[in-house]
């Protein structure tokens, strides 16, 4: 929490919606150690764990909208455990909420019908919760065994339809040890953004429940792999953000350290609201050599219960403040009525052994179909009839491919069947040809 080094274009920089946190449920499919809500699930019996009533949830989107709420998180347990989430998120535009975020572990996007069934409720991210780096550390941090295939897999499908993706990581010892796994699991991946999260104090610490000192080592042990991870994100075009940590622990990306906006109501498991950072901040100690710090204004410190296992030892002020890298312009989103209209002709959620697995836009206003079968993948661009030359045309489009030459001969069937598809489909996609159907719209980097 660095207010005058903040990037503006990170998370809530980027949206500016003041925001409600409501808890859906308590039923989670994860049983994760440092929530609190896992642990309830490791407890109680299932029967006894609830599902929030809807009319509780929509007396609580009225009361927040009224106080100037336009952007509701549904978080849990596990909110996609609920068969009625679409309603819920009917519920909260319905009133006006201009933003909503559906915060899971995207264990339920895992089968194809999951998938479209969540891509089919108009929420505007979801915010995936992923715990590790590799299969072994995330399934341990989330306590679920196969949990780690059912994510990624979920958050794959989630982003081929089209879904906005976010992701969420907390820094037990099980994402620290595997940071860098991390960093390439997400420049491939390439959600909107990442956010990592330190370990909070809550009730998942109480006696007989997780041990703090064992799941969050001294932070500064992986103070290089934390710059390096965050380095190699944003290098890479994903964003990525360390939040509520002292910039003295991420030495060479304290550039790269934000926090949750002053407006943020949440719900803490009490079922109470409050003000998020005042609530972090009431949590939080630094010590007093912290006044002739740099950062000093706007740094969190450390939860108090960090420095009652770790001290303060490895707080060390720093001399002067890092520049912020100057914001790159902002990128063009070419996606179209037509790149959506392409994608969800070609692109399923299952996948069998020929089909599209993602539709890309061109600045051009061409698309380019990343097409696969049993002999390989094939690129095929899709573009208005007469473009240029041409392997296939229908009545509106050409197509054409791309393959590499020095690589097997390309399975021209996959461009065979693309421009079978769209001849069926013609008199519904002719009217969103050309690059003039919509502007490009200016997208946040
Ligand atoms: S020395 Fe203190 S003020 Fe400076 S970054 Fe560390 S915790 Fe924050």
Redesign the pocket.
């Known amino acids: 929490m660095v207010e005058a080094n903040t990037p503006r274009d990170f998370g809530d920089e980027v949206v500016r919606l003041p925001k409600v946190e409501i808890y859906v449920t308590d039923v989670c499919n994860n049983r994760c150690s440092y929530c609190t809500t896992g642990w309830d699930n490791t407890e109680n019996k299932r029967s006894s764990l609830k599902h929030v009533p809807r009319e509780t949830i929509r007396a609580h989107l009225e009361e927040h909208f009224a106080k100037g709420a336009r952007r509701v998180v549904f978080q849990g347990g596990e909110p996609t455990v609920r068969r009625d989430l679409g309603e819920l998120l009917a519920d909260a535009r319905a009133l006006g909420y201009e933003a909503t975020t559906v915060f899971t572990n995207a264990r339920a996007a895992a089968s194809p019908i999951g998938a479209r069934w969540l891509a089919s409720m108009g929420v505007t991210w979801f915010q995936v919760s992923i715990q590790g780096g590799t299969e072994e550390a995330h399934d341990e941090s989330v306590v679920a065994g196969r949990a780690f295939g059912q994510t990624i897999e979920g958050t794959r499908r989630l982003l081929a339809l089209g879904q906005r993706v976010k992701v969420n990581g907390v820094l037990t010892r099980h994402l620290l040890s595997t940071l860098r796994e991390f960093a390439a699991l997400m420049i491939e991946l390439r959600p909107e953004e990442v956010g990592l999260d330190v370990v909070r104090p809550s009730p998942a610490f109480a006696p007989d429940r997780a041990s703090y000192e064992d799941l969050l080592p001294p932070l500064s042990r992986y103070s290089e792999a934390l710059r390096d991870a965050l380095l190699a994100m944003n290098a890479a075009g994903v964003p990525a953000r360390v939040i509520s940590c002292?910039?003295?622990?991420v030495p060479g990306a304290e550039h790269l350290v934000s926090d949750e906006q002053s407006s943020t109501v949440t719900q803490i498991p009490t079922g109470e609201f409050m003000p998020k950072l005042a609530q972090r901040r009431s949590l939080q100690v630094?010590?007093e050599?912290?006044s002739t710090?740099?950062?000093?204004q706007g740094?969190p410190?450390?939860f108090g219960l960090y420095a009652e296992h770790h001290g303060v030892g490895e707080?060390?002020?720093?001399a002067a403040r890092r520049e912020l890298p100057r914001a790159p312009e902002p990128a063009l989103d070419h996606t179209t009525p037509l790149t959506r209209a392409l994608r969800a002709l070609f692109v399923k959620a299952t996948e069998g052994p020929t089909g599209v697995r993602a539709v890309e836009p061109r600045p051009d206003g061409t698309h380019e179909l990343l097409c696969f079968g049993p002999k390989g993948e094939l690129r095929v661009l899709v573009a208005p009839r007469g473009a240029g030359p041409a392997y296939a045309s229908t009545a509106s489009f050409s197509l054409s491919y791309r393959a590499d030459p020095e690589g097997p001969p390309p399975d021209l069937r996959l461009i065979d069947a693309v421009a079978q598809a769209l001849r069926k489909v013609e008199v519904r996609l002719a009217p969103l040809l050309g690059p003039r159907a919509e502007p490009p719209i200016p997208r946040p980097t």
């Open positions: 002292p910039p003295c622990l630094k010590p050599r912290c710090c740099a950062y000093d740094c410190g450390v707080l060390r002020p720093i």
